[in-house]
T-cell receptor, first 112, second 112 residues
Framework: SQQGEEDPQALSIQEGENATMNCSYKTSINNLQWYRQNSGRGLVHLILIRSNEREKHSGRLRVTLDTSKKSSSLLITASRAADTASYFCATPRDSGNTPLVFGKGTRLSVIA | GAGVSQSPSNKVTEKGKDVELRCDPISGHTALYWYRQSLGQGLEFLIYFQGNSAPDKSGLPSDRFSAERTGGSVSTLTIQRTQQEDSAVYLC??????????FGNGTRLTVT
């Protein structure tokens, strides 16, 4: 089954720096989503990018999608301590939109 | 309710006992998903519902696992004869049509 794999597994940066996380997937998709998970909580949807889009912005988040390389990146600019969380990419397992399959995530630590 | 509600939030059970985990999705959400997350790992898809039917049960790890959804709303995940390897956080999510998933905070299951 197709699955996103995030890279790096863990990332530690200073507050104010940018954080970049990458995701690779295996087969054709019609969209890719990024989610955030704070410790002990459920996942929260951040952004969805469709296969015909190359870049998308939401506040301090920027997501890119390269379907030829089957990869996506999530950039968080001017990071804050509150951005400390795990970040997951998710892709539809099948040709439809469900179910979503998730990678193992990137654990981001932002040090104040 | 405002979000997806899961109960109990924590459950400790003895090996061999049965457990029931409950999920109350967001009102009006037609799709409901169950995932399992082991410590420090990504999400493992278990099952999803469209309305009351479960088109895909392929993620259930064994026949000890079952789930049902009644009235297009509440869902129950049942694990019979629990084993220590069942210890994990069980996450429920709901969505409307193909919209992004809304997650509950999960049930942390510990089998002793």
């Amino acid at each position: 089954s197709q699955q996103g794999e995030e890279d790096p597994q863990a990332l530690s940066i200073q507050e104010g720096e940018n954080a970049t996380m990458n995701c690779s997937y295996k087969t054709s998709i019609n969209n890719l989503q990024w989610y955030r998970q704070n410790s002990g909580r459920g996942l929260v949807h951040l952004i969805l990018i469709r296969s015909n889009e190359r870049e998308k912005h939401s506040g301090r988040l920027r997501v890119t999608l390269d379907t030829s390389k089957k990869s996506s990146s999530l950039l968080i600019t001017a990071s804050r301590a509150a951005d400390t969380a795990s970040y997951f990419c998710a892709t539809p397992r099948d040709s439809g939109n469900t179910p979503l399959v998730f990678g193992k995530g990137t654990r981001l630590s932002v040090i104040a | 309710g405002a979000g997806v509600s899961q109960s109990p939030s924590n459950k400790v059970t003895e090996k061999g006992k049965d457990v029931e985990l409950r999920c109350d999705p967001i009102s009006g959400h037609t799709a409901l998903y169950w995932y399992r997350q082991s410590l420090g790992q990504g999400l493992e898809f278990l099952i999803y519902f469209q309305g009351n039917s479960a088109p895909d049960k392929s993620g259930l790890p064994s026949d000890r696992f079952s789930a049902e959804r009644t009235g297009g709303s509440v869902s129950t995940l049942t694990i019979q004869r629990t084993q220590q390897e069942d210890s994990a956080v069980y996450l429920c999510a709901s969505s409307y049509s193909n919209s992004p998933l809304h997650f509950g905070n999960g049930t942390r299951l510990t089998v002793t």
